[in-house]
């Protein structure tokens, strides 16, 4: 039985869809005969180590930072599209799909949730129907030799929606015509590679939307696009949201883009959540020195807007997931540490700093606020 169970609460909050508890997903590295002989433990890559972050619904969070930090593994564990070591997923479903969960061996939590991160693998079928993903690069995410009606009606076929082959192509129409891609007629009998980069998004876009998802994890869904599409899709995404009620998990590397689509923003860092809140209060009030680097980065014409945080920059390269640094992960590289070393050398190299709320609604794992 869970805790959350035995305390007599409920799992997830009434506006809550989604909840991740700390979330490891480690990938074993390949021992060699001389490690073997020796009897040293097997290394992993803790590519997500310890995440947790709730998503309500009609909410969009996003997941922010450089390459390499986890970001999209977290949105594949979601998934279950990569193998999960650790933790809880729980996730509210319709009910249709709970009793179709439910009929594939799913154990059912107060009645409504269930945990991705223990699903039967014959169940990740039914929750696909709820919970859906949207590729970074809209190249290689459609089947170049299926039409672009043939790939919409895929998932209809898969899940049995759509009782005739006139049903199918219909909600097909229908779906192009929402993701903004009139008329229909001229787009649903061609080839990806006969559309333009922004045009295939919208495919992917529409693949996504088909069977009417709760949450939808977009990965990087406008970064390989030109400047003059993101906004459109951008756009395009909101209004999904507000007609169909739909959450994202937004995976970006792009502060200027969370800004403008998020209501809260988690800023990651090797495989953990380092400062998390309002979208607008991360970026205008920021507390953890990495999220004080990133947003020094953003270029900035009017030298005015720059006074407001100093330009803090970052020692060094990203160390490696498989040899993370003991204590607060970032320390080797944070300038914070360096010029406070006589203040902090008792903590930020010895222990890693829990997240605390250093205001309401505001996280941070730093131990400048943690020892408050």
Same mark, same amino acid.
């Given at each position: 039985m869970r805790a959350a169970e035995e305390a007599g609460r409920s799992l997830l909050a009434p506006d809550e869809i989604l909840r991740v508890e700390d979330?490891?997903?480690?990938?074993?590295?390949?021992?060699?005969?001389?490690?073997?002989?020796r009897g040293r433990p097997r290394r992993y890559v803790k590519a997500v180590d310890g995440v947790s972050f709730s998503i309500r619904r009609k909410e969009v969070l996003c997941l922010v930072g450089e390459s390499g930090c986890g970001k999209t593994t977290t949105g594949k564990a979601i998934m279950r599209l990569v193998p999960i070591m650790g933790g809880h997923i729980y996730f509210r479903p319709t009910k249709s799909v709970l009793e179709d969960l439910w009929g594939y061996g799913a154990e059912v939590l107060d009645g409504e949730v269930v945990d991705i991160a223990s699903l039967p693998d014959a169940a990740v079928k039914p929750l696909r129907r709820s919970v859906q993903m949207i590729y970074q690069d809209p190249y290689g995410s459609l089947n170049p030799r299926y039409t672009i009606e043939q790939t919409l009606e895929e998932p209809l076929i898969i899940h049995g929606l759509g009782l005739t082959r006139e049903e199918r192509v219909e909600l097909v129409a229908k779906t192009l015509e929402a993701v903004r891609?009139?008329?229909? !007629? +001229?787009?649903?009998?061609?080839?990806? %590679?006969?559309? &333009?980069?922004?045009?295939?998004?919208?495919? $992917?876009? $529409?693949r996504a939307m088909i069977l009417n998802p709760e949450l939808i994890v977009a990965d990087e869904p406008v970064s390989m696009?030109?400047? &003059?599409?993101?906004?459109?899709?951008?756009?395009?995404?909101?209004?999904?949201? !507000?007609?169909?009620?739909? &959450?994202?998990?937004?995976?970006? %590397?792009?502060? $200027?883009?969370?800004?403008?689509?998020?209501?809260?923003?988690?800023?990651m860092y090797l495989g953990k959540i380092v400062e998390m809140g309002?979208?607008?209060?991360?970026?205008e009030n920021p507390l953890h020195p990495y999220t004080k680097a990133l947003i020094a980065a953003?270029?900035?014409? +009017?030298? !005015? +807007?720059r006074k407001r945080i100093r330009d803090l920059k970052i020692k060094g390269e990203v160390p490696s997931a498989a040899n993370i640094p003991p204590g607060c992960r970032f320390h080797p590289r944070?300038?914070?540490?360096?010029?406070?070393?006589? !203040?902090?050398?008792?903590y930020c190299p010895a222990r890693e700093p829990p997240l605390v709320e250093a205001e309401k609604g505001h996280y941070v794992a730093c131990w400048l606020y943690a020892r408050r």
């Open positions: 979330l490891r997903v480690w990938f074993p590295l390949r021992r060699g005969l001389g490690d073997i002989v891609l009139v008329p229909p !007629e +001229n787009f649903m009998w061609r080839y990806p %590679h006969q559309l &333009s980069g922004g045009q295939r998004q919208r495919v $992917a876009i $529409a696009l030109d400047v &003059s599409i993101r906004a459109e899709i951008l756009e395009l995404l909101i209004d999904i949201k !507000e007609r169909l009620g739909v &959450s994202y998990l937004f995976i970006t %590397h792009d502060l $200027a883009v969370a800004r403008y689509i998020c209501d809260r923003i988690a800023i309002d979208a607008l209060r991360v970026i953003i270029p900035e014409p +009017n030298p !005015e +807007n944070c300038v914070v540490f360096d010029e406070r070393r006589r !203040e902090l050398e008792a």
